[in-house]
């Protein structure tokens, strides 16, 4: 605890030697130089003379007069500007109060060869719907990466690992300079490129390719981000070597090296690890459209295979829980040739995660007239691989044409091994008991190919656009299931033994294509109208084989195995609208899709055919009364499709106290969704205000229905839900404020969420009702090469209640970290970032709380402290969480698993680069 006390200790003396600063006042007035008029509502801003960073902002009066108060003492640069004025930037060393008499400044119609130097940073700047962070403008500390960086900017949030949400919403891209560099991991990104070679940040949403043609909004966005790099960054060589070890146990090397050209980038990466550091997220991307976003409509309303093989095993992917052994690598190219007519972008990543370690469940599923509790205990030994290749190439054919194409294979294989062990109670008698140990290994390929052409007509806004996609998804696996299930009824026991060979297949051969039509109406109102054609020949297997006398897995029980055949087919037509305002602008229309299913079980011999006709329509309406300041207002209605999963006729025994059971009678759902989102942003000052809120119903749900019987088996199959309509609800207001006196920022959100759903258990209605509630307040200092601070805290409060047991549970939760940074002298850096977590107490679990803390101390050397030791200390009090709550229909789960904990690491780590001439940097 005296760690705690000394960091929070320094945070406070750094706060009191900021606040015992005197803070001094300067006033003049603007002119015009020829006429000597007065100047009204001209910005006058004070930037730091030393970095550049904007001090103080204010606005001229109506005789040209201003006042700027508390100034600190220092040097620091005077900029003054006006529409159709050169910006007047004078010097000024603040010992006192400062009096500028009047500043004359002159108009750019009276300038001949006369040069300017503009001394002015503007730290955030509004385009649209773009926002635009000048990196200049924000505290750079020696050997920051963009996530440094980013933690700065108002409104945007990086997580501990690596995740980044901006004003509530997650971010799904990164890009460098507008395109992909390694594709679905950001964190190549955010935790490699350096900060001082950034030149300005900007977040978006993206749209699709065709959507960002068209200027026609289609509903697919993604929140993106673009780090732009300076100019004399785009040339050189840069990266870093790090290696580190706790000399016993753990270990983790990495190697990040870049190679950029004004129009080549070419980057190498690589990481092994068993301390938590992936470097690669194995997770795939959105099941269908590729790395870029370049989507098309029609296959949004094909149902997919999943990738789940039939023993229902995850990929093994590493998600905080275990011990894992990470070994990644990667491969980046990119180029423009041809007088910049042609690029190219080539990634190309391998990487294999072996995960181990131990989970033990408890869970209480609350029946109308009883409780079933049961304790699980697992084991696994997991092992994945991926390697994934994708290749984009853009060709300008003409002034008015373009093509692009994009093309990507990835190939997966995994083996994974898990043995679990259960028993359940009734609060007074034990009901049932379990083992089951499951082997099982296979592999996966993906190939998707995408094209897209578009062509401008003389007549502007009028255009034509052709995008066609096609994938072809197959994967297959082999393992084996053995079981042995007791359930006592009365006192009577029955036993279950399974011993099988599962083998499963599944595929998916989808082909769309969408034509876009674009048509200016009026000299506001355009009109984009598409027809999509997509189709997907679908297949999957399923086998289960017993094991006969002579021992062979020979004997087919067809009760758990199915093949199946599932083809599809959509044609839709849509007609979408842009009307544009000056301060307003309106997207409406609607998709119509007539979506056929054939669905054919080879085993029983039948055929099962089923059209629906699926309506789409969508409204958004943004309007923009001021710089920095919008309000946006969207409804969008869609169709879900079920599953394959859901929909298969085949009862899967991997688990056989919970069989889940195919209904292919299942029909769409339809959602409907409102959001709303209002910013409010003063750029001078970074103050920033958002309120994002959301409502959606679910018409035609699907939804879980579950009969247990009095041992605690379960039968679980999905109904369409016709006579209730569950819905979501939820909103946040997000402030941030930076007061200059101090040079604090603060920020800060109050937050609730809300929802409705419902379930069968025993063919009883169960209404389940939740309630969230969240307040954060948090501080943020920056001090060049002194101190960086960010401390938070937070609440919630939860609240569920069920309708068929009238359990009511409520939770309170507490959430604080301090994040610090402390320049010591002797080029010494001190890393304090404690954490601390409460759950409270709840009807079921009593309360846990853990005070995790992280500290990193470090010694620069050379010059250009490009050579940094380090000692890493993480959960030095050894109070990593090891558990997690859940909560689904009227069951309760609790979940304890294996971390890593206490762990002091020893590291070095170069950072090198020599940028200017590529032939200049690697002399």
Request: net charge positive; proline share 2%; with cysteine.
């Amino acid at each position: 605890m005296k760690i705690i006390y000394l960091g929070l200790m320094l945070c406070l003396l750094s706060v009191g030697q900021v606040l015992a600063q005197s803070a001094y006042r300067i006033k003049g007035a603007a002119r015009d130089s020829s006429q000597f008029l007065n100047i009204p509502q001209g910005s006058v801003a004070v930037i730091n003379a030393k970095d550049s960073i904007l001090r103080a902002f204010t606005w001229t009066a109506a005789d040209g007069s201003f006042t700027l108060n508390n100034i600190p003492a220092g040097k620091y640069i005077l900029v003054l500007s006006y529409p159709k004025y050169a910006d007047r930037t004078v010097g000024v060393d603040v010992t006192g109060d400062k009096d500028m008499g009047t500043i004359n400044m002159q108009s750019k119609a009276n300038l001949l060869k006369e040069v300017l130097i503009k001394g002015k940073v503007d730290a955030i700047k509004i385009n649209g719907d773009t926002t635009t962070y000048n990196a200049k403008a924000f505290v750079i500390q020696p050997n920051d990466k963009v996530e440094d960086l980013l933690r700065q900017l108002p409104g945007i949030q990086v997580d501990a690992n690596g995740g980044i949400t901006a004003n509530g919403e997650r971010i799904g891209k990164v890009l460098l300079d507008g395109e992909e560099f390694f594709g679905d991991d950001p964190t190549l990104i955010t935790k490699n490129i350096r900060a001082d070679m950034v030149d300005k940040v900007q977040l978006y949403n993206k749209k699709s390719d065709q959507a960002t043609f068209t200027g026609i909004d289609d509903g697919k966005k993604t929140k993106t981000i673009n780090i732009v790099l300076k100019e004399d960054k785009r040339k050189g060589v840069f990266g870093q070597l790090d290696g580190g070890s706790n000399v016993e146990r753990y270990h983790q090397a990495s190697g990040f090296y870049n190679r950029f050209d004004q129009n080549k980038k070419y980057s190498l990466y690589g990481t092994i690890a068993n301390t938590g550091k992936a470097g690669l997220g194995l997770s795939e991307e959105s099941r269908l459209g590729t790395s870029d976003n370049m989507q098309i409509s029609a296959t949004g309303s094909l149902t997919i295979f999943s990738s789940r093989d039939e023993l229902g095993i995850s990929n093994g992917q590493y998600d905080g829980r275990g011990f894992p052994l990470a070994r990644t690598g990667g491969a980046h190219f990119d180029s423009r040739w041809n007088n910049r007519k042609e690029f190219i972008n080539v990634n190309y990543k391998i990487g294999s995660m072996a995960t181990t370690g131990e989970n033990s469940t408890i869970s209480q599923q609350n029946l109308l007239n009883r409780v079933i509790n049961s304790r699980s205990e697992q084991n696994y030994n997991n092992y994945a691989f991926r390697q994934k290749l994708d290749v984009t190439y853009q060709l300008k054919l003409s002034e008015t044409a373009d093509l692009k194409v994009v093309t990507s294979g990835t190939f997966k294989n995994f083996d994974l091994v898990n043995n679990n062990s259960s028993v359940g109670d009734d609060g007074t008698n034990v009901i049932n008991r379990s083992v089951r140990n499951i082997r099982n290994e296979g592999d996966g390929r993906i190939v998707r190919n995408n094209l897209l052409y578009t062509k401008k007509f003389k007549t502007p806004r009028r255009t034509i656009s052709w995008a066609v996609e096609q994938m072809y998804d197959q994967n297959g696996s082999a393992g084996n299931l053995f079981a042995v299930v007791e359930q006592y009824n009365g006192g009577v026991g029955d036993t279950t033994r399974v011993d099988q060979l599962k083998r499963s297949r599944s595929s998916n051969n989808v082909l769309g294509s969408n034509v876009a039509y674009t048509e200016p109406l009026t000299k506001q109102l355009s009109g984009v109208f598409n027809y999509s054609f997509g189709m997907n020949n679908a297949m999957a297997n399923r086998e289960s084989f017993n094991r006969s006398g002579g021992g062979v897995y020979d004997s087919l029980d067809l009760a758990v195995s199915n093949d199946y055949k599932f083809n599809q087919t959509v044609n839709e037509v849509g007609a979408m609208f842009n009307y544009a305002g000056k301060k307003s602008t309106l997207d409406f229309g609607s998709r119509l899709a007539r979506v056929g299913y054939k669905q054919v079980d080879l085993y029983q011999n039948t055929t099962f055919n089923r059209n629906f006709i699926n309506v789409s329509p969508q409204v958004n309406w943004i309007y923009r009364p001021g710089e920095g300041k919008s309000i946006s207002m969207g409804y969008n209605g869609s169709n879900t499709q079920p599953s394959v999963e859901q929909i298969q006729p085949v009862r899967t025994n991997n688990d056989p106290l919970n069989i889940v059971a195919g209904n292919p009678d299942l029909r769409p759902s339809f959602n409907n969704r409102v959001n709303i989102n209002i910013q409010m942003l003063k750029l001078a000052t970074r103050a920033s205000n958002f309120v994002n809120m959301g409502f959606s119903t679910v018409s035609n749900a699907i939804v879980n229905s579950s009969t247990t019987n009095a041992s605690g088996g379960s039968v679980i199959r999905y109904v369409n839900l016709t006579d209730r309509t569950p819905y979501n609800y939820s909103a946040s207001f997000n402030i941030n404020r930076t007061f200059k006196p101090w040079d604090i920022n603060v920020g800060g959100y109050i937050a609730f969420n809300g929802s409705k759903n419902y379930s069968y258990v025993n063919d009883e209605l169960n209404i389940t009702d939740n309630q969230g509630y969240n307040a954060s307040i948090n501080f943020q200092k920056y001090k060049a090469q002194k101190y960086s601070i960010f401390l938070s805290f937070s609440g919630n409060y939860t609240i569920s209640q069920f309708s068929l047991t009238g359990i009511r549970n409520e939770a309170p939760g507490v959430n604080s970290n301090l994040t610090s940074t402390f320049y010591l002298p002797g080029k010494v850096q001190l890393k304090f970032d404690p954490q601390y977590r409460y759950i409270g107490r709840t009807r079921n679990f009593d309360a846990q709380s853990y005070l995790l803390v992280n500290s990193t101390l470090s010694k620069t050397f050379f010059k250009d402290n490009n050579l940094k030791l380090s000692v890493t200390g993480n959960d030095l009090l050894n109070q990593k969480a090891t558990f997690d709550r859940g909560a689904y229909g009227s069951t309760f789960t609790q979940n304890n698993f294996d971390v890593i904990r206490r762990l002091v690491l020893f590291s070095l780590t170069w950072d090198f680069n020599k940028f200017g001439t590529t032939t200049e940097a690697q002399k």
